[in-house]
């Protein structure tokens, strides 16, 4: 065993958490104001379910019930929902088909992992998939933790790909995410076409977080690539820009996954300003989520032909860099499948006769 990352351990006395202080929250009482809830509900969203907005994103919100609003202000449906799981794509380590695997790493597929770093985000989005455990301080990573899903990165030489998630990895001090990824990057830069991702809604909620410091930790570990988190096209700000621009400059790839949530995004207008927005500001869209059936979040979730639709909306009717995949992270931890509207006609030994996207058929003569 290489010991970079024990030593990560023993050269560290304080814990991985607390987290950054997002530095400037909406005070519970304006949250009350503007959120039509009386005190109870209130009461019982907050026991249940972390409620945080950044001031920044707050700001954001252009009228009641916008795409912003809705993705941060609680709603009552949140605790009235009777269908859903809490864990809905079997994440956790007692829901995973393999054995061994350390709490903080999700091994689904055969040469990458998702290695849960924090437990805390700048703002607590209300459809979100972990929403059973993020924020919950008891559940904050430990060092000790962090060194026992090293080791098994280590161990599993088949892993080229680690994929650094939360909530929010961007949460954690400099300091700490230097540590991290030295350690991550001791073993990953060794493999063949090894790569570390990031995935992080921080550009989108606390842009003043991609600092030139941060940046400059970053870009020690290439190859390294981000995924972030735009829903809504008003998401998209000087800020945001400039934070996206920083790591682009950087030189880290940086993607965006999209959740499709009812009443936010779930019209092929919002879909394609979002998508063509973030093209313009350096981020390549990469997947469009079917919204998990996650208990507290069913009212975000709209019916699958509405994905279909817009990706239809899509294709073809804008620049290619503004498609991304549609997505179903299959429920039962089946991981990520992939939906296409029915392009493919008819295919046959001779030939295959499809559609383009303004529905004129063409036909394709098969190889010998
Ligand atoms: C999404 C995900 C990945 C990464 O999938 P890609 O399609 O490679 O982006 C890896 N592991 C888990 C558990 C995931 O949910
Ligand atoms: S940033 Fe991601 S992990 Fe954090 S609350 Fe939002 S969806 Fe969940």
Redesign the pocket.
């Known amino acids: 065993m290489n010991c970079d990352s024990t030593s990560v351990a023993k050269s560290e006395d304080e814990p991985p958490n607390p987290a950054i202080e997002p530095g400037g929250i909406v005070s519970v009482e304006k949250i009350s104001d503007i959120s039509k809830l009386d005190e109870i509900e209130l009461k019982n969203i907050f026991e249940k379910y972390p409620v945080r907005i950044t001031n920044y994103y707050f700001s954001l919100i252009k009228e009641k019930d916008d795409g912003v609003y809705k993705q941060c202000i609680p709603s009552v449906e949140e605790i009235s929902d009777r269908f859903g799981e809490e864990d809905p794509l079997n994440e956790e380590p007692e829901h995973q088909v393999r054995q061994g695997v350390p709490s903080l790493l999700t091994h689904r597929y055969p040469d990458r992992v998702l290695f849960r770093i924090s437990n805390s985000?700048a703002?607590?989005?209300r459809?979100?998939?972990?929403?059973r455990k993020?924020?919950d301080a008891n559940k904050n990573p430990t060092w000790k933790e962090i060194v026992k899903a090293l080791m098994y990165i280590q161990e599993h030489v088949e892993i080229r790909d680690v994929i650094l998630s939360?909530?929010?990895p961007l949460m954690l001090p400099d300091r700490t995410l230097d540590k991290i990824l030295a350690a991550v990057y001791s073993i990953i830069s060794k493999r063949e076409n090894g790569i570390i991702r990031i995935g992080t809604?921080i550009p989108v909620?606390l842009p003043q977080r991609i600092t030139k410091e941060l940046c400059d930790i970053l870009k020690k570990y290439h190859p390294i690539y981000i995924n972030t988190?735009f829903n809504h096209p008003n998401e998209i700000t000087a800020e945001s820009k400039r934070a996206c621009g920083m790591l682009a400059d950087s030189g880290i790839p940086v993607g965006n996954q999209t959740v499709l949530l009812r009443g936010v995004n779930d019209n092929p207008e919002t879909m394609k300003k979002l998508m063509q927005k973030l093209v313009s500001i350096r981020v390549r869209p990469y997947y469009i989520y079917q919204c998990d059936p996650v208990k507290g979040a069913n009212h975000f979730r709209t019916k699958v032909e509405k994905g279909l639709e817009i990706y239809k909306s899509l294709r073809g009717h804008t620049s290619g860099l503004c498609v991304p995949h549609f997505v179903i992270d299959a429920p039962g931890g089946g991981g990520k499948i992939p939906l296409l509207p029915e392009y493919v006609t008819e295919i046959n030994n001779d030939k295959v006769v499809m559609k383009n996207y303004e529905g004129k058929e063409f036909e394709y003569v098969q190889a010998d």
């Open positions: 985000c703002m607590y989005c459809f979100c998939t972990r929403k993020v924020g939360g909530g929010d809604r909620v988190h």
